[in-house]
C-alpha cells in the first residue's frame, strides 16, 4: 500500500524577518485544528545535535555513520551524508505520521512558499518573482499577487494552510 504524500510547506525570506518566531505562533495555531507538524530546518554550515561527552556523541565520534537516542517520548538520529538531501528525500526517508511538513529555508527547492517579510529592512520580498510564492506574511499590508496576512494573525495563516494543502489538496 503506498503512502500518501505529506504535504510541503516552506516559509522563508530575509535573514531576521521573523521565520522562526512566526513559526512558533504558527504551529500551535495548527495544532488546535488537529494538524500534527513536522518542521524541518535549513543550516547551510555544519551543526551539532549531540554534546561532547554524552554516549551518542561518543558514539559518532568512535566512527558510527548513523547514531540515535531513543527514549519512551523521543527519538533523535544523527546521520553522516555523502551530499546534501534534497527535502522530498528527507521526508520520504524520515517522516512518518504527519499532516504537513514545513521547512525554515529552502527557498531554492520546488516546494509552495510563504514568505515572511518585514517592511523596515528596506529590502523587496525575497520571493516576489517565485512561481511557487503562495502567501506572504508581513508586519504592514504590502501589495502583493498573493494572500497577504499579518503577522500578528497565525490563525489566518493556518486556515489558509489547512483549506489549501490538508484539506482539498494543494492550492
Known amino acids: 500500500m503506498a503512502r500518501k504524500r505529506i504535504p510541503v510547506i516552506s516559509v522563508v525570506g530575509h535573514s531576521n524577518s521573523g521565520k522562526t518566531t512566526f513559526l512558533e505562533r504558527l504551529i500551535p495555531a495548527l495544532q488546535r485544528r488537529g494538524c500534527r507538524v513536522a518542521t524541518l530546518k535549513h543550516d547551510v554550515h555544519d551543526f551539532e545535535m549531540d554534546r561532547e561527552g554524552k554516549d551518542s556523541y561518543?558514539?559518532?565520534?568512535?566512527?558510527?555513520?548513523?547514531?540515535?537516542?531513543a527514549s519512551p517520548?523521543?527519538?533523535?538520529?544523527?546521520?553522516?551524508?555523502?551530499?546534501?538531501l534534497t527535502v522530498g528525500q528527507i521526508v520520504?526517508?524520515?517522516v512518518r505520521d504527519v499532516d504537513l511538513v514545513i521547512t525554515e529555508g529552502y527557498k531554492r527547492e520546488e516546494w509552495p512558499k510563504i514568505e515572511v517579510f518585514r517592511t523596515d529592512q528596506g529590502m523587496k520580498p525575497a520571493?516576489?518573482?517565485?512561481?511557487?510564492l503562495v502567501a506572504i506574511v508581513s508586519d504592514t499590508w504590502v501589495e502583493a499577487a498573493v494572500p497577504v496576512?499579518?503577522?500578528?494573525?497565525?490563525?489566518?495563516?493556518?486556515?489558509?494552510?489547512v483549506a489549501g494543502f490538508i484539506g482539498n489538496g494543494a492550492v
Not at 74 to 79: D, E
Request: aromatic share 6%; charged share 40%; glycine share 4%.
Open 149 to 161: 496576512f499579518l503577522r500578528d494573525d497565525p490563525e489566518a495563516v493556518a486556515e489558509f494552510i
Open 92 to 94: 520520504s526517508r524520515y
Open 73 to 84: 517520548r523521543k527519538l533523535g538520529l544523527v546521520a553522516d551524508l555523502d551530499e546534501e
Open 58 to 69: 561518543r558514539h559518532k565520534k568512535a566512527g558510527a555513520v548513523v547514531s540515535m537516542v
Open 127 to 132: 520571493c516576489e518573482s517565485d512561481p511557487r
